[in-house]
């Protein structure tokens, strides 16, 4: 069955610009997560949604933000880019609830310039 | 929030060594997974180990969730093995808070 699968892979953005980075969730997975890798912070935990709210947000500020869909497909989006948001962005899904394994995307890498 | 410590944080083998790997928490979790992150920045899971022992192949891993540590071992090493190994918690929240990583480069 299809993993996890991140649009777009690369990308490069210009300093105070916008991005949204996709994620389409293992089918039947209706949590999906998002976390931010840095050489300096590693992984961290940005948000988690099921059946389209909001469930957990990471420390992270107000810029990066997130939707699900009502098909499980999610979005997070980053406004006004900094040079410090450059990072890999990684997608997971999952069954909702303990016990049940957490499987990632190959994530997007997102460059600011 | 909960703290995992990973060691050592990096680790250079011979191909054909076996290693160990150690994760310790801080707290009681209900989710542990290992995974290996590839060249390409993938996270491919490797065990859903909350507490037992599972064995996959030339990897196993062992969870004593009492004394809040778990170990992964890799057996006869090869080169495809290198790359990071990062252990992750959860406290029932589908947050996972990930260690700092193993380097492993296997040498041939």
């Known amino acids: 069955k299809a993993g996890v699968t991140q649009t777009p892979r690369y990308l490069i953005k210009t300093r105070g610009q916008q991005v949204t980075l996709s994620c389409s969730p293992i089918s039947g997975h209706r949590s999906v997560s998002w976390y931010q890798q840095t050489p300096g912070q590693g992984l961290q935990f940005l948000f988690e949604?099921?059946?389209?709210?909001?469930?957990n947000k990471g420390n992270f500020p107000g810029r990066f933000s997130g939707r699900q869909f009502s098909n499980s497909r999610s979005e997070m989006n980053v406004s006004t880019l900094e040079l410090g948001d450059s990072a890999l962005y990684l997608c997971a899904s999952s069954r909702d609830g303990p016990g049940n394994t957490i499987y990632f995307g190959e994530g997007s890498w997102l460059t600011v310039v | 929030g909960i703290q995992v410590e990973q060691s050592p944080p990096d680790l250079i083998l011979q191909e054909g060594a076996n290693s160990t790997l150690r994760c310790n928490f801080s707290?009681?979790?209900?989710?542990l997974q290992w995974f290996h992150q590839n060249p390409w920045g993938q996270l491919i899971n490797l065990f859903y180990?909350?507490?037992g022992t599972k064995q996959n192949g030339r990897l196993s891993a062992t969870t004593v969730a009492t004394e809040r540590y778990s170990l992964l071992y890799i057996s006869s090493s090869q080169t495809t093995d290198s790359g990071v190994y990062f252990c992750a918690v959860e406290k029932g929240r589908r947050a996972l808070t990930f260690g700092s990583g193993t380097r492993l480069q296997v040498q041939p």
């Open positions: 707290d009681s979790v209900n989710n």
């Open positions: 180990i909350p507490s």
């Open positions: 949604y099921f059946s389209e709210t909001q469930r």
